[in-house]
């Protein structure tokens, strides 16, 4: 494939004719002042660019009550031309039916400010992303921002629907959603001023891409003024390389942007829920890594000041790993305990502060119940936990948007709390288990602890290794 070695941005020279136009109006307001001779009304004018295809249309309007400058696209194909001149008609009808609604007086010693500037970023051959930035201004007050997309196939006469270029799974959008709370953690700019629930939610709903542009390395998102973080972000831009967002891309966008995709089998399936391969797909070899099953024993409820204390010996005996999802008011009672866990690298997971189904609460008690247990967790191992159960595996939406973190349930469930039985918990676990099964059990039985040993001999003779659930997510 070829791509255009740098984005060019037509940025700098808005920035000239935005320069010309303020010092235009500076002078012409100087000039008001002393009498009436305000020149108004609007101007026109086109220019050509070095993208090809591509002009540039810049309106200006200069009125007793507002000033606006609109800088827009013209392509030689009908259909972009007719849907970005509507985009930029409404744009303006906005801004026109809210300077109506302002006082008239006011704004004639102050006059609102329109403006409407483009970035054009080169894709492809005859693939742009055009970036619209609106702002307004009322009484020198009350900006509005906002940010509109079109990705356009001058070509074609075409516009390029984002939603075409990332695949239609849960697990992509599980995917993409991560991708972009890390990157957004890892920015100093961004990262303090995230809200993580408004960005889950956000990236579950149908127009979640209406915002992403491409460049020729990246796929951009941005997020308008308080959409996902607080108001001192402004609107945030996050790149993600084509690298990162190679595995969730359809087939036909890869092949399109020359990207190479893992392999079928390497893709990260939760819950070792294999999908079909396709069949024009063989298997390939991997002489490196020799099959291998994996399995996640997780333990809810604990810690307990006994049994979680023979677990832990036992799976230092195996040379397992397991994941803890705990109580935060039981991290409290024994913090040595929790330490010990986190200590010996099993995975932290948070259980709520006192086991409360979370589908009952309010949103200010579910909140309390997952950051006091994570405030808990942290403090007393230094170490954040990573995952998260709710008890009962209770969870509905609202919930789960205000997790903030991975939830995890289980696939095998051994049923020991019921019967106390360990015997029963092995029969269980060799009925059902599978490679990538997550197992459940809780370390406060005193017969749980008991059938750990039996269980961990059954499956490491069966070949499974012992992972995280992170890991058996992460594959
Ligand atoms: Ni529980």
Redesign the pocket.
């Known amino acids: 494939m070829k791509t255009t070695r740098l984005h060019d941005k037509i940025l700098i020279f808005m920035m000239i004719a935005g320069i010309a136009l303020s010092l235009f109006f500076f002078i012409k307001g100087d000039g008001a002042k002393h009498q009436d001779h305000h020149i108004k009304g609007k101007n026109e004018k086109m220019e050509h660019t070095k993208y090809s295809g591509v002009d540039i249309i810049t309106n200006t309007d200069d009125e007793e009550t507002y000033r606006s400058a609109i800088h827009y696209p013209k392509f030689q194909g009908e259909r972009l031309n007719r849907e970005i001149g509507q985009y930029v008609k409404s744009t303006e009808q906005k801004f026109h039916e809210e300077l109506g609604k302002g006082d008239q007086t006011f704004l004639k010693k102050r006059p609102a400010v329109f403006y409407l500037t483009f970035d054009i970023y080169p894709v492809m051959d005859h693939i742009y992303s055009i970036v619209f930035h609106e702002e307004s201004y009322y009484g020198g007050a009350n900006g509005n921002q906002r940010v509109k997309v079109f990705i356009v196939d001058v070509e074609n006469d075409q516009f390029i629907n984002q939603t075409e270029m990332i695949q239609n799974t849960e697990q992509a959008k599980e995917k993409l959603y991560h991708l972009l709370l890390n990157a957004f953690k890892q920015s100093k700019q961004y990262g303090p001023f995230l809200f993580e629930e408004e960005l889950e939610n956000k990236m579950k709903q149908d127009g979640a891409y209406a915002n992403m542009y491409l460049t020729n390395q990246s796929f951009v998102f941005i997020f308008d003024k308080y959409e996902v973080t607080a108001g001192a972000a402004g609107t945030p831009e996050i790149s993600l390389s084509y690298d990162q967002v190679k595995n969730i891309l359809t087939e036909k966008w890869a092949d399109r942007l020359s990207i190479i995709p893992d392999k079928p089998e390497d893709l990260t399936v939760p819950n070792g829920d294999r999908g079909n391969e396709s069949p024009s797909n063989p298997p390939a070899e991997k002489p490196s890594s020799p099959p291998s099953k994996r399995v996640a024993l997780t333990f ?2 604990g810690p307990h000041p006994q049994n979680t204390l023979k677990i832990l010996n036992l799976l230092k005996k195996y040379e397992a790993k397991a994941t803890f999802f705990m109580l935060g008011s039981r991290v409290d009672f024994y913090p040595d305990i929790a330490k010990k866990i986190a200590e010996e690298g099993n995975e932290l997971g948070n ?1 709520t502060w006192d ?1 409360k189904d979370l589908t009952t609460l309010n949103s200010a008690e579910i909140r309390k119940e997952i950051r006091d247990t994570n405030e808990m967790i942290k403090k007393t191992t230094g170490r954040e936990p990573t995952v998260f159960r709710p ?1 009962y595996g209770a969870i509905n939406d609202q919930v789960k948007r205000m997790v903030g973190m991975p939830v995890v349930l289980w696939t095998v469930d051994t049923l020991d709390w019921q019967s106390h039985d360990p015997h029963a918990m092995l029969q269980i676990v060799k009925k059902n288990v599978k490679d990538g099964s997550i197992i459940l059990m809780h370390d406060i039985h005193e017969s749980t602890a008991e059938a750990v040993e039996p269980v961990l001999k059954y499956l490491k003779d069966e070949g499974y290794t012992f992972v995280t659930v992170s890991e058996l997510e992460q594959h």
Do not use: E, G, S
Request: hydrophobic share 0%; proline share 20%; aromatic share 0%.
């Open positions: 809810d409820d259980h086991h008890p």
